[in-house]
């Protein structure tokens, strides 16, 4: 017998089923930038250029005569000598002073003294001074010679109120009965100022 071709038969179409999965919805967080920190500065205080006007102080310390004798300079023994004084600061370099020395045989009062100071904005102040002086000898109360002292010194302040000072004074009151030879007073102490 012969062989029967027969055509296989034709694919049903079957149009493919779509299923819909529903994707879930995941929301991100939305990064919102901080505001930047707002940094408010304090105003400066103002500053206080001026120094404290009246200066109060007391330096203790050793005074003692010079003369000559040969051509040669002499010192006596160095006696105690305690010196209050005050000062009126018109700014931070001069200065108007005025000082008393009290020693065992004589006493001297700078009436007005000017007062130059370095570095005016330093805590270390070298400084320089000259004053007109009265001097009385008490051998010879009631008598006075007339004459000058010349200072240099340090003053070291603490702060604006409180000061440390040392200075070495030269005073000459020449030809009178009360001050026969000048002086020479190293003397170091402390003081306050006010206002």
Known sequence: PQ?????PPVPAYAPPVQVYTPQPVVYAPVAVPAPAPVVVQPAPRPVDNKPN?????????????????????????????????????????????????FRKDSRTW????????????SPVKPYASVSFAINENLK??????????AAA??????????????????????GSCCSEVPTLAVVGGGGVAFF
Not at 3 to 7: C, L, M, S
Not at 140 to 149: A, I, L, M, Q, T
Request: cysteine-free; glycine content about 10%; overall charge positive.
């Open 153 to 174: 010194g340090m003053d070291i302040f603490i702060g604006k109120y409180f000061f440390l000072e040392a200075e070495a004074r030269y005073r000459m009151t020449p």
């Open 53 to 101: 006007f009246l200066a109060l102080k007391y330096m203790p310390g050793f005074s003692s005569n010079i003369g000559t004798a040969d051509g040669k300079v002499d010192f006596s023994t160095p006696a105690f000598a305690h010196s209050p004084g005050v000062e009126f600061r018109l700014t931070r370099w001069l200065s108007l002073r005025s000082d008393l020395e």
């Open 110 to 121: 700078d009436v007005l003294g000017v007062k130059g100071s370095l570095f005016p904005r």
């Open 3 to 7: 062989p029967v071709y027969v055509a």
């Open 140 to 149: 010879n109360p009631g008598k006075y010679s007339f004459g000058f002292s």
